[in-house]
């Protein structure tokens, strides 16, 4: 772990201090909350489809939680803007990972991909192929 690791930490913090997208969208396409209750992490993310109903046009999140959450959000809401809702179903936790560049615990994965889960099962909501109020990592 050398000058790569410390620069992706730097990125992270970065994210953390000053949140890309972050705020509320008004008339958004979707809107989707969800929790991490380990770790306190709560987000809310607003999504705007394009009139195909399928490209991401604009996202944004809102929320409060740990620096990996919220810097995780960050990034994942500049790297889905311009992708269809199908590909951000094929999201996993290795892209959430890769977004942010470092190992973590696998305690702090939750907090990682709370926002993707969200937005994925705000989708998933939007299509009427789920019914819940809100997402947790705990499921």
């Given at each position: ?48 489809l ?72 705000g ?17």
């Open positions: 772990m050398g000058t790569g690791s410390d620069m992706y930490r730097q990125q992270i913090l970065e994210h953390y201090r000053n949140p890309r997208n972050y705020g509320e969208i008004e008339d958004p396409s979707f809107t989707h909350e969800g929790e991490n209750p380990m770790c306190g992490d709560e987000i809310a993310v607003d999504v705007v394009a009139d195909d109903d399928e490209t991401i046009e604009q996202v944004a999140f809102r929320g409060d939680g740990c620096a990996i959450s919220q810097a995780s959000a960050s990034m994942f809401t500049e790297h889905v803007q311009g992708k269809t809702v199908d590909e951000l179903m094929e999201l996993d936790r290795d892209d959430a990972m890769d977004l942010l560049g470092v190992d973590i615990s696998p305690m702090r994965v939750k907090c990682a991909v709370l926002a993707e889960k969200v937005a994925q099962d989708a998933k909501i939007h299509r009427g192929e789920l019914d819940v109020d809100k997402t947790t990592t705990e499921d």
